[in-house]
């Protein structure tokens, strides 16, 4: 089964310099060269013996690549397609797969028909190579590059919703196990020594074959479920492939081929590899990080393709830069959860297809493609955790480490990762008593303020319907943390006493996919309905249904925050600083100030998508940047020398404390000082022409906050509103202000956040209010 294969990563090597224009401007100029080759028929000039390869290759790197399914080259290319029969394993594969990512119905027909192609070529005689392919239906002798095609083209075909026979699939697993050399690689043919595009190809194989073979870690008998059933797996042949691959590790020349020959087609399968194993590193290695700093510097700043000066077949531009544009394109796929590794052995990993079954779930909903990660908690940096928006950690045992120092280590770890915007979505299963107390006290670990506890979710709290609605009958109790302005942890912790006991959240996405020949009773069906439902409305809130970053990202590098869009290219723009003190807690607020600005004004604001880090070089590309947030934080000196000279060269910050936060406001003031010790921040006087329409903005005399107050008993809290001016204080360097803070919320309002529990402005004067600092911050002092 595919999540079969989930495994510590240990420390890496410093990261390539590249960035995310690099790897999007590689991929325009790419998927224009093709383009460009194109011939007026729609074809692409073909080899003889693979009559529609070519045309089918350069089709999938053209929509793997963002071009749509209804762009003239691909419409053209398509009907090329459907003109030709199935010959050649390669040929057929490839059209397959094209057909089925450009995502037409009525192509399933000729899917259906390369299907049963594909079935009656392959190889069932027992003189060797049974569940193999050759090059074509004669049935000469298999080898794994026909093999592995022919694999990936039934992969894609029962995505589709084209079935494929059972006994195919085991045969094609019995066929790769038998190939497999005994250090763990795979060779072009059996008992060859390995390569590394050949190892790749037994490591995908192996992965999705044994998701359509092997049997789920949970076992159904009627209407009865029993969870938490390990099931046979193949997961150390797979492992046994990766250490081969990490040990062998290059993005530079294919593992063990002697003469560096099939790099490009290497690359297109480590791409595959470390997808569909969920790894992010393979060794030591960031295998899309370093893949794609390697195929952009071999394609250098000027060329448009990529060619090998090796070998006559990746030395036709149009291969090797399909081959580039297949590896950038789909190893950029956005990351919507990882599987957290913690504890000792696999308790973490009781249902090993769980994470997996449910990413094909909500790749479904969203119809876009997603990838799920393995994180060890114990590796990982708060940097690569944050490359995931939502953490899942589940388990029976205690997640709490037996050392102190380690738990506030894991504490700490996850602390900044919720500060940072981070997600964590948890389960108890099987049993999970331990689970269940360990959790709880690791969570007060986390979070030693008082006001941050698990509370049951109301039945009116959005994840009950964010996708989609739960049936009653599939409802659970589930545990949530309120931090900043949404909830950043949901728990399903074990059924309590007196409460009807349900399977586990985990162990019904892990039947979602038990197997092609599985039926299962209505019953055990509309739980597993419910459970999947219940796992896309917490992924759906957690993420604003998707709105996900591609890998490219994450890189290190400073990264170009102008976009591409020429509509924004006119607009003001406007950034959020990213910093430790809760910066993402309400993740909506910046860009409802543009809007609110864009409307008030009848200009064109907008707020960059992606918090900006305080050391980023664009942070000199904005003359405002808007900081909030509601926990203690410290700066780095780093971050306040750039921030310093930020605001030396004209630069205006915007702060406010979420929920009149004390101690972000304290953390505040007391960065201000370090950073400006001779520009105390003052209170902006009620009569200031900030605070009036002087700069084409609101007359702010009298504005509308909300002040909490506590009652007496067990009566609900009390909400007074007091008008006034602004309580806003402001550091001058020379006769501007320099730096404006409010220490009463603006972000939550903004947000449209209206909780009880808030002390801030209404919304419509926090619009105001903010509408007027940034009125301020374009006028020259």
């Known amino acids: 089964m595919a999540s079969a294969l989930l495994f510590a990563e240990g420390v890496r090597p410093a990261f390539a310099e590249i960035t995310a224009e690099q790897v999007r401007q590689s991929i325009d100029r790419g998927v224009a060269f093709l383009k460009r080759q194109q011939r007026a028929d729609g074809s692409w000039a073909e080899y003889p013996s693979q009559i529609g390869g070519i045309t089918a290759l350069c089709t999938l790197a053209l929509l793997n690549s963002g071009v749509d399914p209804d762009d003239d080259a691909i419409r053209r290319a398509l009907n090329v397609l459907r003109k030709i029969l199935p010959e050649r394993t390669y040929a057929a594969s490839l059209q397959t797969m094209a057909f089925c990512l450009a995502g037409k119905k009525t192509d399933l027909p000729l899917v259906a028909r390369n299907v049963r192609w594909l079935q009656e070529a392959q190889i069932t005689r027992d003189r060797g190579g049974k569940g193999g392919w050759g090059y074509d239906l004669r049935g000469g002798e298999p080898d794994n590059s026909n093999s592995q095609f022919a694999v990936l083209a039934l992969h894609e075909a029962e995505r589709a919703g084209v079935a494929v026979s059972a006994q195919t699939w085991r045969l094609a697993k019995a066929y790769w196990e038998d190939n497999q050399n005994p250090d763990g690689s795979w060779g072009y043919k059996k008992g060859v020594s390995g390569t590394g595009s050949m190892t790749c190809a037994g490591i995908a194989c192996m992965v999705i074959t044994a998701d359509r073979v092997e049997n789920a870690d949970a076992l159904v008998d009627g209407d009865r479920i029993t969870c938490c059933s390990k099931a046979e797996s193949n997961g150390n042949r797979v492992q046994r492939g990766l250490k081969w691959l990490g040990d ?72 090797a830069t399909s081959f580039a544009l297949l590896f950038l394109s789909k190893g950029r796929w956005p990351v919507l959860i990882s599987k957290v590794k913690h504890g000792r052995g696999d308790d973490w990993n009781r249902h090993r297809s769980d994470v997996a079954n449910l990413t094909r779930y909500v790749e479904s909903r969203w119809k876009k493609d997603l990838v799920w990660q393995v994180t060890d908690i114990r590796e990982a940096s708060v940097e690569d955790l944050g490359q995931s928006p939502v953490l899942f950690f589940c388990g029976a045992n205690s997640p709490l480490p037996d050392d102190a120092d380690q738990q506030e280590e894991l504490a700490r770890k996850i602390r900044d990762y919720l500060d940072r915007g981070g997600f964590l979505f948890a389960e108890a299963h099987c049993g999970g008593a331990a689970f269940d107390e360990g959790f709880r006290k690791l969570m007060r670990r986390v979070f ?47 059924p309590g006493p007196g409460v009807k006991v349900q399977a586990p959240l985990s162990c019904l996405w892990e039947l979602s996919r038990a197997g092609r020949e599985a039926k299962y009773s209505q019953v055990v069906q509309d739980q597993i309905q419910g459970g999947l439902a219940i796992g896309v ?22 990264r170009d925050a102008r976009g591409g869009d020429p509509v924004d290219r006119g607009a003001i723009r406007i950034a959020n600083l990213r910093h430790p003190g809760g910066c993402a807690s309400a993740p909506r607020a910046l860009t409802s100030l543009a809007e609110a600005a864009a409307t008030a004004l009848k200009a064109r604001f907008k707020a960059e998508s992606n918090d900006l880090p305080i050391t980023d070089p664009a942070l000199f590309e904005h003359h405002l940047v808007f900081m909030h947030g509601r926990n203690a934080f410290r700066l780095t000196e780093a971050e306040r020398k750039q921030l310093k000279t930020f605001v030396q060269r004209g630069g205006t910050v915007f702060a406010n404390a979420i929920c009149a936060s004390r101690a972000f406001s304290e953390s505040f003031r007391r960065e201000m000082q370090a950073i400006f010790p001779d520009a105390p921040l003052k209170t902006i006087p009620a009569a200031d022409p900030l605070l009036t329409p002087a700069f084409g903005g609101f007359d702010l005399s009298s504005v509308t906050r909300k002040d909490p107050q506590e009652r007496a008993g067990n009566q609900p809290l009390a909400v007074l509103e007091r008008k006034g001016p602004p309580e806003l204080e402001g550091l001058k360097l020379g006769d501007r202000y320099a730096v404006i803070f409010s220490p009463l919320d603006l972000s939550c309002a903004l947000e449209k956040q209206d909780t009880i529990e808030c002390r801030g402005y209404v919304r419509q004067d926090a619009a105001r209010i903010a509408i007027n600092v940034l009125l301020y911050s374009l006028h020259p002092q």
């Open 537 to 558: 409305n917490v992924l759906a809130y957690a993420t604003n249904r998707g709105q996900l970053q591609t890998k490219e990202l994450a890189f290190d590098a400073p």
């Open 448 to 494: 030693p303020e008082a006001e941050y506890r698990l509370e049951v979710l109301p039945p009116e709290h959005p994840i009950w319907r964010a996708e989609e609605l739960v049936a009653p009958s599939q409802l659970r109790p589930l545990l949530g943390i309120e931090f900043g302005c949404r909830t950043s942890v949901v728990y399903a912790p074990p």
């Open 248 to 319: 062998h590790f290059s993005v530079t020349h294919n593992p063990g081929s002697p003469i560096n020959t099939w790099l490009m087609y290497y690359l297109y399968g480590l791409e595959r590899a470390g997808r569909l194993t969920a790894r992010r590193f393979i060794g030591q290695h960031d295998w899309y990080r370093e893949g794609a700093d390697s195929l952009i510097k071999m394609k250098g700043d000027l060329a448009d393709h990529w060619m090998s000066k090796v070998g006559p077949i990746e030395g036709d531009p149009r291969i």
